[in-house]
């Protein structure tokens, strides 16, 4: 038994099964399914977490935080807790008023929009529930709870805003001076009204995204240190680039003097996009007492405190032709933006304006965003943000002008999505798909899931009465991801590109080190770098290391989020690649004697063509470092980096299709299959794109069936802890059946699109969708999510909702 | 979270367990898996200053047949009792029951006594405790009694046990023969607690003809009221009524994790129906995040009769 629970023999299991590494057939590493080569440390903890970073002299950080969701401190002193054991500083958000400066928003949306200022410890006013007030420091973590309990704080109680429509109101609380509207930004093309005017079906739904808590395996942590010059940050960021670059701002230690490190890091979903208040306090820490602090949030602490997703009200109407076919969109969103705005808080919903047209032509289309503060946890990226509450939308629209029509939900989709030929497709959102093809993800899904039969089924059940009943749910998804062409970004007043980089280093023994912009926190780049890298210089895969998350060391980057990393960053590295190969081709055809014209590369040899005579590029790695004998004008280096920014945003798609039984006696819901197919482009690594697929099915199910952040009237989050915040295992889950067509991008050189989010996006309509479905013969029309056995046995009482 | 900090002792036999509690009074905690414990500490919804650790005396452990009854030692782990041949053939309702509780984890540290001592109304234990009759025997400085499980959960999250005393064992009264067992648990995640739960006992006669009808049922509900409750409404008028004939290869005795009836689960057996009905009288459910009192009602009828079918089904 303890044997097996050793970590270490794990890990040797790991490495030494015959599965890992499953060897590349014909020699290309990339399309191989490879077992990832970081797993081994990651999984049996052999890694460095920011948590288990222990530094001589270490402080440890607890912070008090605001029970009240809205509330003025009339007063409040931190020096009582000096008195307790161990404790060696403790601060309010006045002590640091003069130095924390505001946390950062880095989307202003509009010119007129209204960015409050955050202080990272609140000085005068809280205005969510778990904001920071004030901070204990002590020689242990324990002693600094403790302590928390003997700072004194006065609140006086103001009103607390929770509900979107009534924040918006004239006599409204306030959560900020300039009042609750923090934005209002709108995009439209085409002709909406003529589109609504005398339009033969018209279908107006209002739809909920509840607001979700995201749930990262390895909870926040961060470590500062400083050695009375510059500073050390570790954090578990996904974004250690943004993160160095917007905490010099803050802070005012000079960029050139703070480093910033993501170690191994468990998770983000975007959760890890930010500059949180506890990154800059510690650094402050730091520099106030000279020595090395850390602070590792307890779960619950989290759920009131990492960024929420999602929490929009979507009005929608669609207006369509008596034959199903699409004229126009009217989308009005409210967004909750929470109490602040945080680092790109305002731009997620606009992420999804693009979107909502989804994979269907439509003349004309109106979208209105305003963005609500409410006396919440700010709302941020949450895998897909924006883009799955957009999908939703037209998704359930679709499925809901199906039963309108009296049509298959398939033929609706069938009679408006753009086809095969018809791409490059620039749409109603101005975006311009390079590719793709629904049809053939489509027909293939339809296949796998005995679509005909589980329909005939359904029929069958509605007609026998059955208390369970069958619904099926169907999601023709597309979403842009690559973030982003840096032009776009600039158009959409947001504060960065949306370039990656990349270096390769080729060492001496014909090892190699590519260094990677992109900050991976579960994804697997490791194993998929080293599979590129593997191809392009023509080295084993077992000699490439990957280097990344500190900007000391891997310099220059725009992090990994949006389904960004191999599309953006993983081109960056093959462009690298091809110059190490350029310099190379050079030295060899000096050491061969001939024109580097002359010069082939293939799988690692540099050859004269139409000759045998060759050189390895590990043997030019050697000569380069010794570089006893190089060609005049080259340097004694191959190593090379470059830059890349795609031309557009790429745009994965598939067709995702779902069967739910309800129980209509309980309202208890069960997925009985589950089907997906995507078209991802190209592929890298099939294991790896299936990880990211079921991994992202499971949270999308999870919005539609599980998941929900709960504020109760005056502000106060119950969902403080895993047993009220309720997250699917595996045993909640089916066998999802997963497949694949390949259309290649056409903007990029790998044909790759992103896969890090399509299963989030693809999956919370299909099963919402399905769980109506099911109770259509009830005259149910909407069940809100998520859909609870309470909520669903309540819809069939109660019938259209 | 982090709880506060108290003393820690790991009691070597149970008089010396009774005897630590003794001195240290109310501010003391009997610490036995930890499962339910813990987490009120780290949310420092409890601060006991001394905790005292039985979960590993031999004597407070295991199960055994003592002819009419098992006794089960109160820090046997739900993993033993599911696994225990002794339970399965003795009291195999306690054996369903505890595969419903919770993950692996947490059922090989999770103990029998420690469930029913912690007294959550949401726990799956303390309804079978109710129906089965189950008895607790508690020991402290000044010796041992036995009080019936009705009068041991006495409101939410209390029990009879004083100051000073701990649950040493509980005896579970074998029903006999011609008895079948269920326990239906409706919750929204495999790991999480029931939003309700039934357990029943269904002892089923049969004719010469091969009709079959219920000869006697016990009925306990979890998580309709403060604590676990006894459907005795249900009991007497399940009493005669007419069970369908045995659909073949049910559950085959293991726990049934099915979370939806069969698709003709609800065939016209109309006497169980109106006897489940009455599940919901007289219990006082709370409101959640996870449902109302009248979802519970309503589904407390439900899986009443659920539970009340499958039992008679495995007989
Ligand atoms: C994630 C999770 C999910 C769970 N899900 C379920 C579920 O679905 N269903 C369910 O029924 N339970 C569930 N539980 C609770 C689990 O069954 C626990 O094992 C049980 O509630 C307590 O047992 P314990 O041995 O851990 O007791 P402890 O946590 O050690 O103690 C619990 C309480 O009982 C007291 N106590 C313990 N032993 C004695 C004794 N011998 N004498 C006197 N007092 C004593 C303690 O002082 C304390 O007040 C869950 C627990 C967790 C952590």
């Known amino acids: 038994m303890t044997e097996e629970l050793d970590a270490g023999i794990v890990a040797r299991q790991i490495a030494e099964s015959g599965e890992l590494g499953e060897p590349a057939r014909n020699r290309h590493e990339v399309g191989a399914a490879r077992r990832r080569k970081e797993d081994a440390r990651l999984v049996t903890g052999r890694t460095r977490w920011t948590d288990n970073i222990q530094l ?43 130095e924390q400066g505001s946390l950062p928003c880095a989307w202003p949306v509009t010119e007129d929009i209204v960015v409050p200022a955050h202080p990272p410890m609140a000085v005068d006013e809280v205005r969510y529930a778990g904001e920071a007030v004030a901070c204990v420091v002590a020689t242990d973590r324990y002693r600094a709870y403790d302590a928390l309990e003997s700072i004194e704080i006065d609140y006086e109680p103001l009103p607390a805003v929770v509900d979107m429509n009534a924040a918006l109101e004239d006599d409204a609380p306030r959560v900020h001076e300039e009042g609750n509207r923090a934005y209002v930004w709108k995009f439209g093309t085409g002709d909406i009204d003529a589109a609504f005017r005398d339009a033969p079906v018209v279908v107006e739904r209002t739809f909920v995204q509840q607001r979700l808590i995201p749930t990262a395996m390895e909870p926040r942590a961060v470590v500062a240190q400083t050695d009375g010059d510059s500073f050390t940050l570790h954090s578990s960021t996904q974004v250690p680039h943004i993160l160095r670059i917007m905490l010099a701002t803050v802070t005012g230690i000079p960029e050139h003097k703070l480093r910033v490190i993501a170690p191994d890091v468990g998770g983000g979903f975007g959760s890890k996009l930010q500059v949180t208040a506890e990154e800059v306090l510690l650094l402050l820490l730091a520099r106030r007492l000279g020595k090395p602090v850390k602070w590792t949030e307890s779960r619950s602490e989290g759920n009131l405190t990492v960024h929420h997703g999602r929490d929009q009200i979507q009005r929608l109407s669609l207006a369509a032709e008596a034959d199903g076919r699409l004229r126009g969109l009217r989308v009005d969103l409210l967004a909750d933006m929470g109490a602040y705005l945080m680092l790109i808080t305002p731009g997620i919903p606009i992420l999804g304006a693009f979107m909502f047209n989804g994979i269907y032509k439509m003349d004309a289309y109106d979208f209105t965003c305003t963005g609500v503060f409410t006396t919440k946890m700010p709302t941020d990226a949450y895998r897909g943000a924006g883009r799955p509450e957009a999908t939703f939308a037209i998704e359930r629209l679709m499925d809901e002008l199906a039963a309108e029509l009296g049509l298959d939900p398939i033929e609706v989709r069938r009679r408006n999505w753009i086809t095969r030929d018809e791409f490059p497709y620039t749409t109603v959102a101005n975006m311009t798909y390079d590719s793709g093809d629904y049809e053939a993800a489509t027909r293939k899904a339809l296949a796998l899931f005995g679509y005909d039969k589980l329909r005939a089924e359904q029929s069958e059940r509605r007609d026998r009465r059955d208390p369970v009943q069958l619904g099926i749910g169907v999601s023709t998804y597309t979403e842009m991801c690559g973030l982003a062409p840096s032009r776009v970004l600039g158009s959409l007043s947001y504060g960065a590109g949306g370039w990656e980089y990349a270096a390769v280093r080729m060492l001496p023994t014909g090892k190699v080190e590519a260094v990677t912009g992109v900050s991976p926190h579960g994804q697997g780049h490791e194993t998929a770098w080293s599979q590129i890298v593997a191809d392009a210089l ?30 953006v960053g993983g081109v960056a590295l093959v462009r690298a690649c091809d110059k190490v190969r350029e310099k190379a081709r050079h030295v060899a055809a000096h050491m061969l004697e001939a024109s580097a014209e002359d010069i082939e590369f293939s799988e690692g040899t540099f050859r004269v063509r139409g000759t045998e005579a060759g050189t390895t590029i590990q043997e030019i790695a050697l000569a380069v470092f010794g570089a006893h004998d190089l060609p005049d004008g080259v340097e004694a280096s191959l190593d090379s980096d470059a830059t890349f920014d795609p031309d557009d945003f790429s745009f994965p798609h598939g067709t995702h299709l779902c069967a739910v039984e309800v129980d209509t006696e309980t309202g208890a819901t069960s997925i009985r299959s589950y089907v997906a197919v995507d078209d991802i482009g190209k592929v890298i690594n099939p294991l790896i794109v299936e990880g990211q697929v079921h991994g992202g099915i499971a949270q999308g199910i999870a919005q539609a069936l599980f998941e929900e952040a709960v504020y109760d009237s005056e502000g106060n989050l119950l969902t403080t802890t895993m047993a009220d915040y309720l997250l699917p295992s595996a045993a909640d889950l089916p066998d999802f059946v997963t497949a694949r067509t390949e259309t290649p991008a056409t903007g990029n050189p790998l044909g790759v699109k992103g896969v890090g989010e399509a299963g989030t996006i693809a999956s919370t309509p299909a099963v919402v969708n399905a769980v109506v479905d099911a109770l259509r ?6 069940v809100p999510m998520p859909c609870t056995p309470e909520r669903v046995w309540r819809a069939i009482q109660g019938g259209a909702s | 979270m982090i709880p506060a900090s108290f003393d820690y002792v790991r009691a070597s036999s149970v008089d010396e367990a009774v005897e630590v509690l003794a001195d240290a009074g109310e501010e003391a905690k009997v610490l036995s898996g930890g499962q339910s414990l813990l987490p009120l500490l780290r949310l420092r919804l409890a601060y006991p200053s001394v905790l005292v650790d039985v979960g590993r005396l031999p004597e407070l452990r295991g199960v055994r047949d003592e002819g009419g009854h098992v006794h089960i030692g109160a820090t046997t782990t739900h993993d033993e009792i599911i696994r225990s041949p002794v339970v399965r053939a003795g009291c195999p309702l306690v054996a369903l029951a505890t595969a419903t509780v919770a993950d692996p984890a947490v059922r090989h540290r999770g103990t029998f006594g420690g469930s029913m001592a912690h007294a959550d109304p949401a726990g799956d234990l303390p309804a079978v405790a109710v129906a089965l009759d189950m008895e607790f025997v508690l020991r402290s400085t000044t010796g041992e ?36 067992y269920h326990y239906e648990k409706f919750h929204r995640t495999a790991q999480a607690w029931a939003i309700v739960g039934v357990a029943a006992a269904v002892r089923v006669t049969v004719s010469e003809s091969g009709a079959r009808h219920v000869a006697e049922a016990r009925v306990g509900l979890t998580n309709m009221g403060p604590t676990p409750l006894r459907a005795t409404a249900v009991e007497s008028a399940a009493v005669d009524a007419e069970l369908p004939p045995v659909p073949h290869a049910t559950a085959n005795g293991s726990p049934s994790t099915a979370r939806l009836p069969s698709a003709n689960g609800s065939g016209p057996h109309d006497t169980l129906r109106e006897a489940a009905s009455l599940a919901d009288g007289d219990t006082s459910p709370t409101a959640d995040l996870h449902a109302t009192p009248d979802y519970r009602r309503h589904l407390a009828r439900v899986l009443t009769h659920r539970a009340l079918t499958h039992a008679a089904a495995t007989v």
């Open chain 1, 56 to 98: 001589p002299g270490m402080l440890y950080v607890a912070f008090l935080r605001s029970p009240m969701a809205h509330a003025r401190v009339t007063r409040v002193d931190a020096s009582p807790a000096l008195h307790r054991p161990g404790v060696v500083a403790a601060f309010t958000g006045r002590d640091l008023a003069g």
């Open chain 1, 538 to 567: 023509g080295v084993p895969f077992e000699d490439v290391a990957v280097v990344h998350g500190d900007t000391a060391i891997a310099h220059k980057g725009m992090d990994t989020y949006g389904s960004r990393s191999l599309a």
């Open chain 1, 777 to 782: 013969p009830y005259g149910v029309r909407d």
């Open chain 2, 145 to 180: 009694r036995v009080v019936t499980a009705t009068d041991f959960f006495t409101d939410y999250l209390e029990t009879a046990l004083e100051p000073g005393e701990i649950l040493t064992a509980v005896r579970v009264p074998k029903l006999g023969e011609g008895w079948g």
